[in-house]
Nanobody, 115 residues
Framework: QVQLVESGGGLVQAGGSLRLSCAAS???????MAWFRQAPGKQRELVVS???????LDADSVKGRFTISRDNAKNTVFLQMNSLTPEDTAVYSC??????????WGHGTQVTVSS
């Protein structure tokens, strides 16, 4: 059974930090793991992605503030978010890309940053 279990969202004041995690199970041959976010009234956007080898690609809006990492042995990806601003408020969803063009999404975790 495929599962993407996300955790770590919540409410934080501006300038604070949160760490999200996403554990994937039931999926083999994972390639890219990533975090997307969707704010109210806006389209979903890629926040940051990471390859199996550790190569990361992040959005300009989070450069220098967010760091992605992964534990390949545990099929888990982490997102360390620092210096959060109210503009970071969104539902953050975990995404996994695996061999044979399989794609999987987590249910999402709410991140709310108060001013």
């Amino acid at each position: 059974q495929v599962q993407l279990v996300e955790s770590g969202g919540g409410l934080v004041q501006a300038g604070g930090s949160l760490r999200l995690s996403c554990a994937a199970s039931g999926i083999i041959s994972i390639n890219i793991m990533a975090w997307f976010r969707q704010a109210p009234g806006k389209q979903r956007e890629l926040v940051v992605s990471i390859t199996t080898g550790g190569g990361a690609l992040d959005a300009d809006s989070v450069k220098g503030r967010f760091t992605i990492s992964r534990d390949n042995a545990k099929n888990t990806v982490f997102l360390q978010m620092n210096s959060l601003t109210p503009e970071d408020t969104a539902v953050y969803s975990c995404y996994v890309d695996a061999d044979w063009r399989r794609q999987f999404w987590g249910h999402g975790t709410q991140v709310t940053v108060s001013s």
